[in-house]
Protein backbone atom coordinates (compact mmCIF):
# COMPACT_ATOMS: atom_id res chain seq x y z
CA UNK A 1 0.00 0.00 0.00
CA UNK A 2 1.50 3.43 -1.28
CA UNK A 3 0.39 6.12 1.31
CA UNK A 4 1.27 9.95 0.75
CA UNK A 5 4.07 9.75 3.33
CA UNK A 6 6.10 7.16 1.02
CA UNK A 7 4.75 9.29 -2.25
CA UNK A 8 6.07 12.41 -0.05
CA UNK A 9 9.33 10.64 0.83
CA UNK A 10 10.04 9.38 -2.72
CA UNK A 11 9.48 12.85 -4.28
CA UNK A 12 11.95 14.51 -1.55
CA UNK A 13 15.10 12.23 -2.42
CA UNK A 14 14.68 13.03 -5.96
CA UNK A 15 14.35 17.01 -5.30
CA UNK A 16 18.31 17.28 -5.09
CA UNK A 17 20.21 16.15 -8.04
CA UNK A 18 23.91 16.99 -7.26
CA UNK A 19 26.29 19.23 -5.01
CA UNK A 20 27.73 22.47 -7.33
CA UNK A 21 31.32 22.07 -5.89
CA UNK A 22 32.62 24.93 -7.85
CA UNK A 23 35.50 27.97 -7.06
CA UNK A 24 32.41 29.91 -6.14
CA UNK A 25 31.05 27.21 -3.96
CA UNK A 26 33.43 26.71 -1.95
CA UNK A 27 34.20 29.88 -1.29
CA UNK A 28 30.85 30.78 -0.33
CA UNK A 29 30.97 27.40 1.96
CA UNK A 30 33.71 28.42 4.06
CA UNK A 31 32.85 32.61 4.55
CA UNK A 32 29.40 31.94 4.77
CA UNK A 33 28.24 28.24 5.19
CA UNK A 34 26.32 27.45 2.76
CA UNK A 35 26.13 24.62 0.48
CA UNK A 36 25.06 25.14 -2.79
CA UNK A 37 23.23 21.92 -4.70
CA UNK A 38 21.59 21.73 -8.55
CA UNK A 39 17.71 20.71 -7.88
CA UNK A 40 14.58 20.20 -9.97
CA UNK A 41 13.15 23.20 -11.82
CA UNK A 42 9.56 22.42 -9.88
CA UNK A 43 11.37 22.00 -6.64
CA UNK A 44 10.27 24.52 -4.00
CA UNK A 45 11.76 26.13 -0.57
CA UNK A 46 10.55 23.76 1.81
CA UNK A 47 10.35 20.83 -0.35
CA UNK A 48 14.59 21.58 -0.56
CA UNK A 49 14.95 22.09 3.42
CA UNK A 50 13.17 19.14 4.15
CA UNK A 51 15.13 17.01 1.48
CA UNK A 52 18.87 18.44 2.83
CA UNK A 53 17.82 17.67 6.45
CA UNK A 54 16.27 13.87 5.60
CA UNK A 55 19.54 13.02 3.05
CA UNK A 56 22.46 14.80 5.33
CA UNK A 57 20.77 14.47 8.66
CA UNK A 58 21.69 18.16 9.32
CA UNK A 59 19.57 21.15 10.62
CA UNK A 60 19.06 23.84 7.67
CA UNK A 61 18.63 27.59 8.95
CA UNK A 62 17.56 29.19 5.17
CA UNK A 63 16.97 28.06 1.99
CA UNK A 64 18.11 30.72 -1.14
CA UNK A 65 16.84 29.86 -4.98
CA UNK A 66 18.30 30.69 -8.30
CA UNK A 67 17.07 30.13 -11.70
CA UNK A 68 19.82 29.67 -13.66
CA UNK A 69 19.40 30.77 -17.57
CA UNK A 70 21.14 28.04 -20.10
CA UNK A 71 23.06 29.80 -22.56
CA UNK A 72 22.82 30.00 -26.56
CA UNK A 73 25.74 28.02 -27.71
CA UNK A 74 26.57 27.74 -31.81
CA UNK A 75 28.09 24.64 -33.39
CA UNK A 76 28.98 25.90 -36.66
CA UNK A 77 25.71 27.62 -37.98
CA UNK A 78 23.60 25.33 -35.68
CA UNK A 79 22.63 27.38 -32.70
CA UNK A 80 21.42 25.85 -29.22
CA UNK A 81 20.41 26.50 -26.07
CA UNK A 82 21.55 24.31 -23.25
CA UNK A 83 18.46 23.71 -20.69
CA UNK A 84 17.34 25.89 -17.86
CA UNK A 85 18.23 24.75 -14.14
CA UNK A 86 17.85 25.90 -10.29
CA UNK A 87 20.41 25.91 -7.97
CA UNK A 88 19.87 26.47 -4.12
CA UNK A 89 22.18 28.11 -1.62
CA UNK A 90 21.37 26.23 1.49
CA UNK A 91 22.45 27.73 5.22
CA UNK A 92 23.04 24.95 7.58
CA UNK A 93 22.43 26.36 11.28
CA UNK A 94 25.57 26.57 13.83
CA UNK A 95 27.21 23.78 14.51
CA UNK A 96 25.97 21.71 11.66
CA UNK A 97 28.37 20.25 9.06
CA UNK A 98 27.99 18.42 5.18
CA UNK A 99 31.20 16.89 4.20
CA UNK A 100 31.24 15.84 0.53
CA UNK A 101 34.71 14.22 0.76
CA UNK A 102 34.08 12.21 3.20
CA UNK A 103 32.01 10.37 0.96
CA UNK A 104 28.82 10.87 2.91
Do not use: C
Not at 85 to 97: D, I, M, N, R
Amino acid sequence: MITAATKTQDRLLQVILAPQITEKATFIADKHQQIAFKVRTDATKPEIKAAVELVFKVEVASVSVINVAGKVKRAGRRTGKRSDWKKAYVSLKPGQEINFAAGE
